[in-house]
T-cell receptor
């Protein structure tokens, strides 16, 4: 039973295209996140949703748009892909947002390559 | 703005040795201090975490030492094994986690 799953695992696309990454968690958690991990392994938070409500929206180009249809799903849509968007994108979830409730469970990642 | 700073950036340890990696944070209001472990091609996974009301927590070969006055916490890996070779991230925060840049640990046989 995969706790946090992401699809696809790999995504190779041309500059200028639009793509989506899907995330699902079966842990019953209230909070979900998107992180970007660059080639130097730096993990940067992009967005967070709590019960379908956006609570964290970091300085991310507005080409990136998250969408949470329900508590268990958080998708990421990227418009007009650029070379600099190439990275590994991780979805994560947690029970809540404070103290140990913030223990985050990560998905396996989606490696996005923009050519 | 980096809220947590890790050191050293990378570490090479002989099998059986002790790996020590450090994390410094800025905000004294933070109340949760986890270490995450990431293997190549996988997502980070929680390894061990500590709250600021204790100075040390041990789980198997992994120990967190917490120094509130110095605003530092460290991860000690005792009897390091080749299977411990991974990237380790410290993190902290209140309503969000800020991750450090990661320490790559390589344990050689």
């Amino acid at each position: 039973d995969t706790a946090v799953s992401q699809t696809p695992k790999y995504l190779v696309t041309q500059m200028g295209n639009d793509k989506s990454i899907k995330c699902e968690q079966n842990l019953g958690h209230d909070t979900m996140y998107w992180y970007k991990q660059d080639s130097k392994k730096f993990l940067k938070i992009m967005f967070s949703y709590n019960n379908k409500e956006l609570i964290i929206n970091e300085t991310v180009p507005n080409r990136f748009s998250p969408k949470s249809p329900d508590k268990a799903h958080l998708n990421l849509h990227i418009n007009s892909l650029e070379l600099g968007d190439s990275a590994v994108y991780f979805c994560a979830s947690s029970l809540g947002t404070s103290g140990s409730y913030n223990e985050q469970f990560f998905g396996p990642g989606t490696r996005l390559t923009v050519l | 703005q980096q809220q947590v700073k890790q050191s050293p950036q990378s570490l090479i340890v002989q099998k059986g040795g002790i790996s020590i990696i450090n994390c410094a944070y800025e905000n004294t209001a933070f109340d949760y201090f986890p270490w995450y472990q990431q293997f190549p091609g996988k997502g980070p996974a929680l390894l061990i975490a500590i709250r600021p009301d204790v100075s040390e927590k041990k789980e198997g070969r992994f120990t967190i030492s917490f120094n509130k006055s110095a605003k530092q916490f460290s991860l000690h890996i005792m009897d390091s094994q080749p299977g411990d070779s991974a990237t380790y991230f410290c993190a902290t925060g209140n309503n969000r986690l800020a991750f450090g840049k990661g320490n790559q640990v390589v344990v050689i046989p």
